[in-house]
């Protein structure tokens, strides 16, 4: 009857940590479509509308980053 116990726990913990992982990765590939599209939409920008932002063109990847991951 123990060995029933442990492999039903066993299969519910790796069908746990499967789904765990499934929601970081759908998490990581929401974080990294926000990044790709803020960094679409500055570099779409003229290079007068970044500066009227205070934002050079080859800081975008950066701000995106900061904007997206914190």
Known sequence: MAFVQTAQS?????????????????????????????????ARMSDRELNDIGVDRYDIHSIASQHVYG
């Open 10 to 42: 066993a299969r519910i913990d790796l069908f746990a940590s499967l789904r765990a992982s499934i929601e970081d990765f759908k998490a990581a590939r929401a974080l990294r479509q926000k990044y790709n599209t803020t960094v679409r939409e500055l």
